[in-house]
């Protein structure tokens, strides 16, 4: 399975109609890619928060709807990073996309863990409340959005409803870029998964991005990494490396904490 990271900058300047033609043309350029992957609020920016609401846009809005097209153009599984969706009672959420080859809706996932503490996204978005995975013909995608990292528990429970690849969009500053790699590769090894975990790159808001979006295997190995520029990330793996992984090593059948089973 070949899948590319786009790691896209989010630089000031830079219209969101702009970024968002821009994004589609990088999308339609992968089609030897069966996966492409966008970063989180890569239309704005994610610690862009004065934008937040003048952004905001519904899930079938103009984000929505480049990115149904570049997909079907490019006929590739596409998790289009995430947006910020204004739903119809008014809240704001941060909202992941994905689409199938044909154009098609497959998923939608509004972020669960809001960054922030008592400011931000904290305070200017809704939380999401249910785990979302994907089912792709050679895996099953878990959907998890930047902050979500720092929660093992969320992947824990992504593992448990059949995820194989899990796949982090993230705006992560570059002065936690150290976490970045660590939190990828630790949610890599305790779930025995892939990690496809794509970051934007350049400035917003006075944050600079971290970059350095990565791929890492059951192992914890990282299997490739950008630098902290604009870039096409593309690997190849083998997804069936998950279940012997699992098989050879099955740890996570010795689970004992957080599961509705005597203990041993």
Sequence with gaps: MRASLLQVAVNEGESVDS?????????????????????????TGAFAYDAFDSEAEPVEGPTFEAMAKAASDAGVWLHAGSIPERAPDGTLYNTS??????????????KIHRFG???????????????????????????ATCYDLR??????????????????????????????????????????????????????????QAGHSLVVDP????????GPDEEVLTVDFDPATVAGTRERFPALKDRV???DRPRR
Excluded: I, K
């Excluded at 033609?21 to 890569?42: I, K, N, S, T, Y």
């Excluded at 994905?98 to 939608?108: D, L, Q, R």
């Excluded at 590769?185 to 934007?200: D, K, M, S």
């Design 19 to 43: 970024r968002r033609r821009r994004v589609a043309a990088m999308v339609r350029d992968q089609a030897a890619a069966d996966l492409v992957v966008l970063p989180e609020l890569w239309t």
């Design 219 to 226: 192992w914890g190995e990282v299997l490739a990494e950008a």
């Design 117 to 143: 503490f008592d400011q931000g996204e904290a305070v200017l978005m809704g939380a999401g409340d249910a785990l979302v995975t994907v089912r792709l013909p050679e895996t099953v995608l878990g959907v």
């Design 151 to 208: 929660f093992p528990e969320l992947f824990r429970g992504l593992v448990d409803s059949g995820a194989e690849t899990l796949v982090v969009a993230a705006g992560w500053p570059e002065r936690r870029r150290a976490h970045w790699t660590l939190l990828a590769r630790a949610r890599a090894v305790e779930n025995q998964a892939f990690v496809l975990a794509c970051a934007t790159a350049g400035t917003h808001a006075s944050v600079p």
């Design 97 to 110: 996309l994905v689409f199938s080859p044909s154009g098609e809706p497959a998923a939608s996932y509004r």
């Design 257 to 259: 904490l957080g599961l």
